[in-house]
């Protein structure tokens, strides 16, 4: 069973850096896409990030130029390196994840996940 695991979340001042990290745990796992997203209570949860299929990535423009996103796919790992943190960026962020996951000989099972989400909190 795959289970998505987050960290990096936490206080900074304004700013300040953070990495997030998402995990995907489990054996016979590909990432076939990435998506970074966030949350403050009592609004929708909000696209930040993605890395698509094809390749492509793309950011929403109130992160443009300060985050980045990234992977490593021998450790089923990806990533959102945050800089220049302001406190609008306060919020939960959670990963979502298009998984193909091999459950048998020649099978394939293709899915999103996400992670459980953590806290980023920007404050002096």
């Known amino acids: 069973q795959v289970q998505l695991v987050e960290s990096g979340g936490g206080l900074v001042q304004p700013g300040g850096s953070l990495k997030l990290s998402c995990a995907a745990t489990?054996?016979?796992?590909?990432?076939?896409?990435v998506g970074w997203y966030r949350q403050v209570p009592g609004s929708r949860r909000e696209l930040v990030a993605q890395?698509?299929?094809?390749?492509?990535?793309r950011y929403a423009d109130f992160v443009k130029g300060r985050f980045t996103i990234s992977r490593d796919n021998a450790k089923n790992t990806v990533y959102l390196q945050m800089d220049s943190l302001n406190p609008e960026d306060t919020a939960v962020y959670y990963c979502?994840?298009?998984?193909?996951?091999?459950?048998?000989?020649?099978?394939?099972?293709?899915?999103?996940?996400w992670g459980q989400g953590t806290q980023v909190t920007v404050s002096s």
């Open positions: 979502n994840l298009d998984l193909s996951v091999k459950v048998g000989p020649g099978i394939l099972s293709e899915y999103d996940d």
């Open positions: 489990g054996s016979s796992i590909s990432i076939n896409a």
């Open positions: 890395t698509s299929r094809d390749g492509s990535t």
